[in-house]
């Protein structure tokens, strides 16, 4: 191929999902869903806050129902780490599982596709992690058939090849990317998300929105250097097929997320958080995600004593949500220059009006347009408000120069300074 080529530059590239059924209802067919993929012994895995809410007895039941002998795994940890992987790896070798069901947001679906790597082919968990951390080795073949049922309208992981987590011993967030990791189903339900109180649903809003908007201004995928077959990332950087899914996304989240925060109960706006999740999913699932997500990974990592309203009152904790939007406004403000018809696009699907700009109004519009979202629903103002400040900056840089598998999504070159730049720009986002 590189012979019939005079360019250095990557010329193709891919679009992967999981397979979908959306509609509120879906999660009473699940058990047909493992049946028809030849489950008969199930294993579902969920968390202590979705037993409490009884949604995960009712899919016990819908199981039961289809004749399946499934058992029942409730201690995901909220945010997994490199400890709760191990028990919940440890709980499922040598039981004979043929399947999984993971119900939850992104920790839930995210420690199913840990455990079923793990057990299928049993490694050390560095083995598997994305350089530099781990040394990123492929997953050998396929998994067991695992089905997503989403209960957030966020992280998008029932679409995605990817499954994140804390190292504690390091305070950094990784994880680890491969094909063979997505779901085999994914079982999107609006009505599982009506009951998320109103931060557990604007927190993941946030997520879907910096998915979308990240992959929408991403470095293109034939603006990076080639890659063989075989080592082709899962992330090619934004395409006209990624274009297609972020684009929907930005316009669901700008006239649906205000709403589905301030009133849960509206079926209309949950049903659009729930396909915009699913659509960024599908759109940074190939495309690939960059500062905002990079920045992310240390910031939660180092949190100290931030508790976020409507989440468990034990344990500090930055949701991952939360913490890509901190430093959203600032990012967009420094890509703009690299394509600002997508930057002032993006802002239009958000519902910003974006008639007659001046020059400086077209470079702001993006950012005060996330800070309005951000307003609205009860964002805390800045890494300030979190507990961070100017001794935090380099630490916060250093994490985030770990993950230059998003970084390489940047439209713009980018190293400490410019990250130093923009963690420093979002302390504090209004006076
Ligand atoms: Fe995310």
Redesign the pocket.
Known sequence: MAEFLDVPNETIFTMETTPLKFGPGATSEVGDDLQRLGVRRPLLITDRGLMRTGLADRVCRVLREADLAADLYDEVHVEPTDVSWEAISEYVQGRDYDGFVALGG?SAIDSAKAANLFTTYPAQLTDYLNKPIGQGLPVPGPLKPLIAIPTTA???SETTAVA?LDILSLHVKTGISHRNLRPSLAVVDPLNTVTLPPMATAYPGF??L??ALESFTSRPYDARPRHRPDERPVYVGRNPVSDLWCEKALEYLGRSLRRAVLNGYDIAARTDLALAATYAGIG?GNAG?HVP?AL?YPIAGQVRAFVPPDYPPDQPLIP??LS?ISTAPATFRWTFPTSPERHIRAAQLLGANVSSLTDADAREVLPRTLLSLMRDTGIPNGLGALGFGEADVRSIVDGALKQQRLLVCCPRDVEAPQLEEIVRASMEHWA
């Open positions: 992104g966020g992280t998008g994140v997520d879907v910096t998915h940074f995600v997500h992310a991952h949500g890509v």
